[in-house]
């Protein structure tokens, strides 16, 4: 069910929300944290507790996460692609944007009401991109979906948590536990990449990611122009050939 849209949803300020901010809805992560959509103007964040965990205002590195998957994929025929999480949709819209018509995206959302936001209040920011025929959307756990596949996926890109340390659900460590690791491994085809959002570097999980059969690359993506901004990191691990 779609979310009321502006005109007859209810606001109220939230006393632990951004100063400016009107509490539009929120949700439970299952077996997780509660999560606050909160807007301010035509802008909006997702909150947990006072942090921010993803903003209209910040999204270059949600982005890059996908343009930089599909550089290093290059070029493939019928591209298969599973994305875990939706959040705001930035990685979702820049990989559809660069990938053809024969793709394939999976995308795997735990908490259904993220994309009831994205349909209701946020709407005109989804611009129609959970209608888009290449996708298959899943209300799932993107960690059940790599332990079911074998050699399905060209590409797994997650932006589920902060990075490998969880902190809106204790479950999402599983995927960066040396089994989750070998279990994104088989589930990639032949020199796919695994591609991982996270808010700071971590030297011990980069060595997991090798010792799980991975060729690893950092990049650190800055959230402005001009090399300005929040520094956040990706990794993109590519599978080595057994």
Known sequence: MNLPGPAERPVRRDPITIPGHDLIA???VPDGVQL????????FAILLDRTELMSTRVSASEQALATMTCERLGARTAPELLIGGYGMGF?????????????????AELVPEILDWARGPMRKLTDGCLDDRRIHLLNDDVAVLIQASRGGYDAILLDVDNGPDGITRLDNDLLYTPRGLRAARAALKPDGILAIWSAAPDAAFVLRLEQAGFQVEQVTVRERAGNRGARHVIWFARSLSV
Not at 36 to 43: A, C, I, K, N, T
Not at 91 to 107: K, M
């Open 26 to 28: 929120t949700a439970q």
């Open 36 to 43: 606050r959509l909160v807007q301010r103007g035509d802008e």
């Open 91 to 107: 990685t979702l819209r820049a990989a559809l944007a660069v990938l053809g018509s024969d793709a394939t995206v999976t995308l």
